[in-house]
């Protein structure tokens, strides 16, 4: 087992129940291979997690910026709270050395690891929760999200994703709202991947892949930009 004193040193945070710790890194491949486990996966914390970050940095964006108008608060969040942001912050904490994988998993790099780096930073703000409450969560996540990701954000105008530029430039153009349907998805539950065409009308400008419906369609936008050269 790993030491997980050695993590709450890190980032300053001692929980009063260690079972909530451990659990929120507890990927349901360890418990194929170690089925006597005491924990189950944190699959439940990650949804529970998600709910209390989106919560808590939407209040933060509707406090601290109170005349921006809400599609661009919207923008603001959803590069906060992808994947990519949420692994990166896994990674700069330390929550990499403590993934609690299976043999196989441990292999795992690129969007494998970054997909479950992610859900554990979620599960350990539900976890936190259920430990220590919603203000120790605050705290946690505008320490080590919002402070840290948020000013790089709106500087680099990295809200501004290929799904967001777009739909500005097709309805600028054409006056047509892109749409964006399944063509196909293939794996197991934990580990769907998807191709998703983006529409103009009756037309598939693109299609992209992915494994996530969010990623595939950013893929596709951005294939669609670079065909259109918009």
């Known amino acids: 087992m790993k030491n997980f004193s050695l993590l709450e040193k890190k980032i300053n945070i001692y929980f009063k129940n260690k079972d909530f710790l451990v659990h929120a890194f507890c990927h349901r491949s360890y418990l194929n291979e170690n089925p006597g486990f005491y924990l189950g996966n944190n699959e439940r914390l990650e949804f529970l997690g998600d709910a209390v970050l989106e919560l808590i940095v939407t209040i933060y964006l509707y406090e601290k910026y109170s005349k921006k108008p809400e599609g661009e608060l919207t923008n603001w969040r959803a590069a906060l709270v992808n994947s990519k942001m949420l692994s990166e912050v896994s990674r700069e904490l330390g929550f990499n050395d403590y993934l609690l ?117 950013e893929a596709a936008a951005k294939n669609a930009l670079e065909i259109k050269k918009w």
């Open 101 to 217: 994988l299976s043999c196989g998993e441990e292999k795992e790099t690129g969007k494998a690891r970054q997909c479950i780096l992610a859900n554990t930073f979620e599960a350990f703000i539900g976890a936190l929760y259920l430990d220590q409450g919603y203000e120790s969560c605050k705290k946690f996540i505008e320490k080590s999200l919002i402070k840290e990701k948020l000013s790089s954000i709106i500087e680099q105008k990295l809200f501004e994703d290929d799904k967001s530029v777009f739909q500005e430039k097709a309805q600028e153009k054409t006056g047509i709202t892109p749409v964006y349907e399944v063509m196909k998805e293939w794996g197991p539950d934990h580990e769907k991947h998807f191709d998703i065409g983006v529409f103009l009308g009756k037309e598939m400008v693109a299609n992209g892949e992915g494994s996530s419906k969010q990623e595939a369609e």
